[in-house]
């Protein structure tokens, strides 16, 4: 799969903004002209931070690529917005102090282990996002988290498990799925200004 380009990236970022903006103000946002790539099927997330503090404000995403990825970065956009459970919408108003962020996603690969600890050398901080699924409990984290947060490989893991609303060392159970993916991640500098392309370090930061 192709990467976007830094002038691709931007797009996406300004559009996740556009889309944010008018669905606010009531506006439905249709584009007739937008790069080639956005035809092809992509899982994206849509993350807002707070500017300065850069604390969560709305990530939601679709990490399969199950519609073409403009399609699918209006409904992350939206949903970013205003259906995150685990915060209240945004306003209009607040869009002038909140950083977007779009994560591009490679397809969810399932990682194959004879034996659970072998998670441990096969995912790489920085690299890989995780998603993991046991019966009918599913849980995903992208792979800017565990460097935000300096955990290593079995933090994430756990931590991983947690948001699936698991205890964390299910990942050790044999019947666990556990997939990785890659992503390209587009960030604002500031709200509504300069786009950069974020680079992932390996390894805790």
């Known amino acids: 799969m192709e990467k976007l380009t830094l002038e691709e990236g931007t797009f996406a970022v300004k559009f996740a903004r556009t889309v944010i903006e008018n669905y606010l103000t009531g506006k439905d946002t249709t584009l007739c002209d937008f790069p080639e790539k ?5 899982g994206v997330f849509v993350s807002l931070h707070t500017y300065p503090e850069h604390n969560l404000r ?3 995403g679709i990490p399969e690529p199950v519609m073409p990825l403009i399609e699918a970065l209006k409904e992350a956009s939206i949903s970013a917005a205003v259906s995150d459970p685990r915060f209240p919408p945004v ?3 607040e869009l002038d102090e909140i950083v977007i962020e779009v994560s591009i996603l490679t397809v969810p690969k399932l990682i194959e282990v004879d ?11 920085g690299r890989d996002g995780l998603i993991i699924e046991y019966g009918a409990y599913r849980g995903l984290l992208l792979p800017q988290v565990p460097v935000e947060f300096n ?28 997939y990785s993916f890659q992503a390209q991640i587009f960030e604002e500098i500031k709200p509504n200004s300069q786009v950069v392309e974020k680079t992932m370090y390996s390894g805790c930061q």
Not at 38 to 42: D, I, Y
């Open 115 to 125: 034996d659970p600890t072998e998670y441990l050398e096969k995912i790489e901080i």
């Open 91 to 93: 306003s209009l108003s």
């Open 151 to 178: 955990w290593d490989v079995a933090q994430y893991l756990a931590n991983l498990c947690l948001k699936a609303g698991m205890p964390p060392d299910t990942w050790l159970k044999r019947n666990v799925n556990i």
């Open 38 to 42: 956005f035809n092809e099927p992509r």
């Open 58 to 60: 709305g990530c939601i």
